[in-house]
């Protein structure tokens, strides 16, 4: 499809059932990282445990599984979580999930749409795990009013981080046969993944664009950045 097709996105309350939000760690977090993916969630959980602060948003948290695993930063009273999701029932999980433990402000929106629901620099910690790759658009430049909305909320001394998936033909991967079978029909199938045209050397340059200090590595199948410095 040619880059400057209009691509939408839509909810997809099949996919992200409340039933199938229940299966999702075991088969997303524990199956599909190890086998396929090959994320390792150790890592990925580190990512939270130093950086999550007590103004933090989570976005398309599924299952809220890292989150979830996170001590909280602050008591319940003083830690704020907002939650972005454009499909209700991650939003629902997040809310029983951190009751108790956060104040928490759940927003049904398309992170494709700016301006988000949250005020300018309102966070001082963000993660976008496993997001982009589900996001429409034929290359990350397509995706770009998240980083935009990334940086615009963020505040000067926060910190944002994230994983997506690459396509498979991107160089800077080597998928096993597994992954390029789950990519495949993945990408085929409605609504799911749209990840064929997202480049690793394109990410970088969306996120060098946005902020002073961008650090991006390569993690089996994903990209993974953590940002600082939102350039206004
Ligand atoms: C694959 S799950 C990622 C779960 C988790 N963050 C992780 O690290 O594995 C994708 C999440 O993004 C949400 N999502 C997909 N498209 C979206 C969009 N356009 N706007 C907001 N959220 C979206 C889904 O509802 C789901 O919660």
Redesign the pocket.
């Given at each position: 499809m040619p880059e400057n097709t209009p691509w939408v996105?839509a909810?997809?309350p099949v996919l992200?059932s409340p039933a199938n939000i229940q299966r999702?760690r075991s088969l997303?977090?524990d199956k599909s990282h190890r086998y396929a993916w090959r994320l390792d969630n150790d890592q990925?959980q580190d990512l939270y445990l130093k950086n999550v602060s007590d103004r933090h948003l989570?976005?398309?948290?599924?299952?809220?599984?890292?989150l979830h695993h996170t001590p909280a930063p602050a008591m319940a009273h003083g830690w704020h979580v907002h939650v972005?999701?454009?499909?209700q029932?991650?939003l629902e999980e997040a809310k029983t999930k951190l009751a108790g433990r956060a104040q928490v402000d759940t927003h049904e929106?398309?992170?494709?749409v700016a301006p988000w629901p949250l005020a300018d620099q309102s966070v001082d910690s963000l993660?976008?795990?496993?997001?982009l790759?589900?996001?429409?658009g034929a290359r990350f430049r397509a995706k770009a009013a998240v980083f935009d909305e990334m940086a615009r909320v963020l505040t000067e001394d926060g910190v944002a981080w994230g994983?997506t998936l690459l396509g498979a033909h991107d160089p800077a991967i080597s998928p096993n046969p597994l992954a390029r079978l789950l990519m495949r029909s993945y990408n085929k199938a409605e609504n799911t993944f749209h990840n064929t045209g997202d480049r690793y050397a394109d990410l970088e340059r969306e996120l060098h664009l946005r902020f002073a200090q961008v650090e991006l590595s390569v993690m089996g199948c994903a990209a993974v950045w953590v940002v600082r410095g939102p350039v206004r």
């Open positions: 996105s909810p997809n992200y999702y997303v977090v990925l989570e976005i398309g948290p599924a299952d809220l599984h890292f972005l999701d454009i499909n029932a991650p929106h398309d992170i494709l993660a976008c795990g496993n997001v790759h589900c996001l429409p994983y």
